[in-house]
């Protein structure tokens, strides 16, 4: 699979991240019941959660997938005592980049301001043929 220098800058900001977490609390991995593929649904480590992608309810409208998906973030978020106000970063996904407007005005609505830090990444296709998926890493106490 080829990557694109943004898929690459997204795992190395991830890597550096957890790498100056350097809390003594260690790391614990929630597993990712039915899956499209061998990862965790999260990783919590120190301070920080990381969140694999989430994709929505696909066949319905962009609008209902984009809040399917972020209702599974937060309830990722939520199995480990966090919610949407501690997410500090993001990477968005989208199949077709004519969906960004649409994405930032359910994106606003789910968000509070101040918002996270965001990447929105044009992608040619997804797992499970979802047009959005959402990752996230969250820091306890960032409110």
Do not use: H
């Given at each position: 699979?080829?990557?694109t220098l943004a898929h690459h800058?997204?795992?190395l900001s991830a890597a550096l991240t957890l790498a100056a977490c350097g809390s003594t609390?260690?790391?614990?991995?929630?597993a990712a019941e039915?899956?499209?593929?061998?990862?965790?649904?999260?990783?919590l480590s120190g301070d920080f959660c990381f969140?694999?992608?989430?994709?929505g309810r696909r066949g319905d409208s962009?609008?209902?997938?984009?809040?399917?998906?972020?209702?599974?973030?937060?309830?990722?978020?939520?199995?480990?005592?966090l919610t949407l106000a501690d997410v500090v970063a993001s990477t968005v996904y989208l199949t077709d980049i004519a969906y960004y407007g649409e994405l930032n005005a359910i994106y606003?609505?789910?968000?509070?301001a101040p918002y996270p830090a965001?990447?929105?990444i044009a992608v040619r296709a997804l797992p499970g043929e979802a047009r959005v998926e959402i990752q996230v890493t969250a820091r306890r106490g960032s409110e």
């Open positions: 699979m080829k990557l800058v997204a795992v609390r260690g790391t614990r991995y929630v039915g899956a499209l593929g061998p990862y965790s649904a999260s990783v969140v694999s992608g989430k994709i962009f609008e209902v997938e984009v809040e399917t998906a972020i209702d599974a973030v937060e309830g990722e978020l939520r199995r480990n005592d606003a609505r789910r968000f509070s965001r990447a929105c």
